[in-house]
């Protein structure tokens, strides 16, 4: 495993309330990315970091905004969940930007999210 | 817009028999594809890649194939074993991108 634990790894929550999931790494790698992952959609992006306070958004941001104050750690805020935002989400690292050479992308076992 | 997808969504094979996943991709930019494996309850483990320059590639027991003509990606897996069930992902990006665009997924079941 590539040194990346996701928490919680499974929650239920209510519509309405924010929900925070944690991505914490060992690795010091620099890129840190939010996927979730849905029947018929495959994984998208949400968001990714590329440092410390770096980040931007994905194909999928509206409705989650992240925070990153420390190189092991992603969080991904969900401020008012919805039904729509039940998913299984992933958290992945990388040591430099997707496409560059030497480049592997390493996931978490993923956080399962049910909003209620 | 870009987009990549799987010509089947299931395949059961053999065990013992090779595997042949394949994918297809719209965006003709993109110039790195990654073949990933999730095993049910996991997140995705990295198998191979394969950059444009290149039409195919090799690790162990396992062999990408690129055809950039046809925008085509496949994963052949030799002497499938029942630890290859699986559902395998193939993804892809292109120079400049942060993001990979992931297909639906193939899930491969090895009867034995």
């Known amino acids: 495993d590539a040194g990346i634990t996701q928490s919680p790894r499974h929650k239920v929550t209510e519509t309405g309330t924010p929900v925070t999931l944690r991505c914490h790494q060992t690795?010091?790698?620099?890129?840190m990315y939010w996927y979730r992952q849905d029947p018929g959609h495959g994984l998208r992006l949400i968001h990714y970091?590329?440092?410390?306070?770096?980040?931007d958004k994905g194909e999928v941001s509206d409705g989650y905004s992240v925070s990153r104050s420390k190189t092991e750690d992603f969080l991904l805020t969900l401020e008012s969940a919805t039904s729509s935002q039940t998913s299984v989400y992933f958290c992945?690292?990388?040591?430099?930007?997707?496409?560059?050479?030497?480049?592997?992308?390493?996931f978490g076992e993923g956080s399962w999210l049910t909003v209620v | 817009g870009e987009s990549v997808g799987l010509h089947l969504p299931t395949l059961s094979v053999q065990e013992g028999d090779n595997s042949i996943i394949n994918c297809a991709y719209s965006n003709s930019a993109s110039d790195y594809f990654i073949w990933y494996k999730q095993e049910s309850g996991k997140g995705p483990q990295f198998i191979i890649d394969i950059r444009s320059n290149m039409d195919k590639r090799q690790g162990q027991r396992v062999t990408v194939l690129l055809n950039k003509t046809v925008k085509h990606l496949s994963l052949q897996i030799a002497a499938t074993q029942p630890g290859d069930s699986a559902v395998y992902f193939c993804?892809?990006?292109?120079?400049?991108?942060?993001?990979?665009?992931f297909g639906q997924g193939t899930r491969l079941t090895i009867n034995p």
């Open positions: 993804a892809e990006t292109f120079q400049g991108a942060q993001k990979l665009v």
């Open positions: 992945a690292i990388s040591v430099v930007g997707v496409w560059l050479p030497g480049n592997t992308i390493y």
């Open positions: 690795e010091n790698h620099r890129y």
């Open positions: 970091s590329y440092g410390v306070k770096d980040t």
